[in-house]
């Protein structure tokens, strides 16, 4: 019996452990930790990924029996990260590392087009060639240093039968390269602005540029109102980590909606040597397969993306910026439930990073951290230049009479707002015409099939559709209950109001953002265009509006029904509320202009919103602390959300309630809530079932985790069952 090479390889397939194959004679000098393999697995075969090989025993061990990949996608480095990542969030690790690696990787397709392009550089040989069109092009090329084949294209009509003469006489040198094309980059360089840094910045930037230097794991919070100047905070450091040969990536919420921070980090750094890559949904399967392995060979110094970029495989990383840490978006909703803030944190401290998470209204969870003292806190304490935080005012829909969504106060202010010529932003956080379509004989509404919500009517195109299932129908001209003609519209979302101001402002050129009209590829940049060049007057939106904009023409925001958020079934509904009211209102007056903030509500005196219109964070912090801790609820406890769902409601429930039985049997330390239904009780034709896990420690709720799996078989077949760890909503 003689050792052979064993490969140890974690499976894209619902598996908790990874397992060995034996590394055949042929294959062994193209394996390496990082690639994809195929490899048998019962059956059939299934992709796998290479995390370590080693000198060991082949008994009974199969065989690889492909390998996918030429040049690795990722180091034994981000192995063990993706390993610990997969092991805290309870999910299978192939299965964590296939969502970890850019999509169109996955299952058989292992033809990526991998895009190559010629690039030319100048080699010693001194002197000019005879042909004009040659020296023409040489000349490009010295001036350049380097030049892509298809940016000389661009310049001289068919510049082939030149460039091999050229380097037929050695005047040039030619490299063949992967490609990265992008969109975001391939935009005219913006202009750069040098700045004096404020004494709150400076001192930012001096605990950030001495955490650098100890190259040991240092995270922070990066506390300041929109307009503090975080962003100039996130470059300075970023510039520091590349003055010490190090990298950078930077997660934002939603790549697509900062055009304006992406394009500030081009304007700094993508004038010189330095490469920028921008992971985002535009990106085709081939552009992102790209990209990834030309972070991985270290060509790229700073990368920025949404939050599935905190995988990306940046080699000697030394900074690791969180933008808007507080948001919901960093937390993956679906299979691997993983939170980017926090795996940010994870990963900052296996490679020894600094790890900036930057607020406005931190989450309360990092804001405690930071007050206790378990990671720095950077405080920038008012906005850069003079301009003051604009005024806030609730207007308490109690009174109102009005016949529309749009109070006396606002409307008047919007009315002003159009004669001296300035922009307005409302936010209505509810896409669609009308929450519901209402018979108004007999009360018939209308709802999804497939889940249970009511379905929202949508005008133009006429139909009711469901937000969480996408199912659509066309509404009958009847009641289909009572057969009347009275269905009308209740209540009002972003296309409603957009009529009613279109009737209310006849001569305002209005626009909307929601994921309505912004479905089309190119539409949001579009719009934001518009708005910087003021070409409209007043701009309606989702919660869109509200994220990463920076509309200097804007002097005033409304906001109406500013309590749908409160109202939702979650312990953390008045820090969402606090947050978005907080970040909508920074939209106003970031001009010259002062800016002015109308909040209509029904419930005024809530703290979210009292606090929100005084621009008050410590003092909301201050009472929703208290109330976490009355409840227990994060910092003060840990949770685990176990999500029960299939098609037979009765299998469902008397797995939940197996499953919570036994494991309120397995730990008396840890409280087991439930089982409930989850309050979207059905969804997709699935009914869903909770069971809450709450505990005061972790290491409770990790034991009790760990029993987990086998207690797994209390759950009959055709019920699936969802961990989700720290869960950031319970819908
Ligand atoms: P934040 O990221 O906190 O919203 P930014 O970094 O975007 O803040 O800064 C807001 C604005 O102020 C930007 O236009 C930025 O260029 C400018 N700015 C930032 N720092 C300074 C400074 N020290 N002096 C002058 N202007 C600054
Ligand atoms: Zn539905």
């Known amino acids: 019996m003689s050792a052979s090479l064993i490969a140890t390889v974690a499976v894209a397939a619902p598996l908790e452990k990874s397992l060995s194959y034996r590394v055949p004679e042929a294959l062994r000098s193209s394996v390496q930790v990082g690639v994809r393999v195929r490899v048998p697995l019962g059956r059939r075969t299934a992709v796998g990924y290479l995390l370590a090989l080693d000198e060991g025993d082949p008994d009974g061990l199969k065989d690889i029996a492909e390998v996918l990949d030429r040049d690795p996608l990722f180091t034994p480095e981000l192995s063990a990260f993706y390993l610990r990542a997969a092991a805290y969030y309870l999910y299978p690790p192939g299965e964590a590392i296939r969502t970890a690696l850019p999509s169109g990787l996955s299952g058989r397709d292992s033809d990526i087009t991998i895009l190559n392009e010629s690039f030319y550089h100048p080699l010693e040989k001194q002197g000019v060639p005879s042909g004009g069109r040659q020296k023409e092009i040489l000349a490009c090329i010295r001036e350049q240093g380097e030049v892509a084949l298809s940016a000389l294209r661009e310049r001289f009509p068919s510049p082939y039968a030149p460039l091999a003469r050229l380097c037929e006489l050695g005047f040039i040198g030619e490299q063949e390269r992967e490609k990265i ?35 040991s794991f240092t995270p922070f919070l990066l506390h300041g109102v929109t307009g503090s ?39 700094r750094f993508g004038g010189g040597g330095t490469t920028i890559a921008v992971l985002h949904s535009g990106l085709s399967d081939g552009e992102r397969y790209d990209a990834w392995r ?15 970029a905190l995988f990306a495989p940046v080699p000697e990383l030394g900074v690791i910026v969180v933008d808007e840490e507080h948001e919901a978006s960093y937390k993956q909703g679906e299979g691997f439930r993983y939170h980017a803030r926090d795996l940010a944190l994870m990963r900052g401290q296996m490679v020894g990073a600094t790890v900036v998470l930057g607020s406005a209204t931190p989450a309360v969870t990092t804001h405690q951290r930071a007050l206790s003292g378990q990671i720095g806190y950077l405080r920038l304490a008012g906005r850069v230049t003079e301009r003051s935080l604009p ?149 309606i939106g989702t919660q869109m509006v509200a994220k ?53 509500t029904y419930s005024p005196e809530h703290y979210a919103l009292e606090c929100a219109a005084r621009h008050d964070y410590g003092d909301f912090y201050d009472q929703e602390i208290v109330f976490r801790q009355e409840l227990g609820y994060p910092p003060f406890g840990y949770l685990v959300n176990l999500v029960l769902a299939g098609n037979d409601a009765g299998k469902v429930s008397a ?57 797994k078989k209390t759950v009959v077949a055709g019920v699936s069952l969802a961990v989700d760890v720290d869960p950031m909503d319970m819908l």
């Open 294 to 308: 030309a972070i991985a060979r270290g060509e790229v110094q700073v990368v920025i993306g949404a939050r599935s």
């Open 391 to 539: 005024k806030v005012e609730l207007v308490d829909m109690r009174g109102e009479q009005g016949v529309g969504a749009l109070s006396q106060p606002l409307t008047e202010a919007l009315e002003a707002n159009l004669l001296r010529g300035e922009q307005s932003l409302i936010l209505l956080n509810r896409r669609g015409f009308s929450p519901y379509l209402l018979c108004s004989d007999c009360g018939h509404t209308f709802r999804c099939p497939n889940c249970e919500i009511t379905l929202t009517y949508h005008q133009r195109p006429r139909q009711l559709r469901c937000h969480y299932c996408d199912f659509q129908v066309t509404p009958p001209e009847l009641c289909p209950r009572c057969q009347g003609d009275h269905l009308l519209p209740e209540g009002t979302g972003t296309e409603r109001l957009e009529e009613e101001l279109t009737a209310l402002l006849p001569q305002a050129r209005i626009a909307r953002m929601d994921r309505d009209t912004m479905g089309r590829k190119g539409a949001h940049g579009q719009l934001v265009s518009q708005m910087e060049a003021g070409a409209v007057d007043v701009l």
């Open 548 to 600: 990463g904009l920076d509309f200097p023409g804007v002097t005033l925001v409304g906001v109406i029904q500013a309590d749908s958020t409160l109202n939702f079934p979650d312990f953390r509904s008045a820090e969402r509320t606090f947050s978005l009211l907080t970040q909508v209102a920074g939209r106003a007056g970031r001009g010259e202009r002062p800016g002015r903030v109308l909040i209509q």
């Open 229 to 267: 100047g975080k962003t100039e905070v996130y470059l300075r450091a970023i510039a520091q980590a590349m003055n010490l040969g190090r990298r950078a990536l930077v997660l934002v919420p939603e790549i697509a909606l900062t055009p304006q921070l992406v394009a500030r980090f081009r304007a």
């Open 655 to 711: 797995s939940a309630q197996n499953l919570a039985d036994a494991l309120m049997e397995q730990s008396p330390d840890v409280d087991v809530l439930g089982p409930a239904p989850c309050p979207l009780a059905r969804l997709r034709g699935k009914t869903r079932i909770q069971i809450l896990l709450k505990s005061a420690e972790r290491p409770s709720l990790r034991r009790l985790l760990l029993a987990l799996p086998a207690l």
């Open 181 to 215: 094309r992008d969109p975001f980059l391939s935009a005219p360089l913006p202009p750069d602005t040098c700045v004096d840094l404020t004494g709150d910045q400076q001192a930012a930037v001096e605990s950030l540029v001495s955490a650098l230097a100890s190259k």
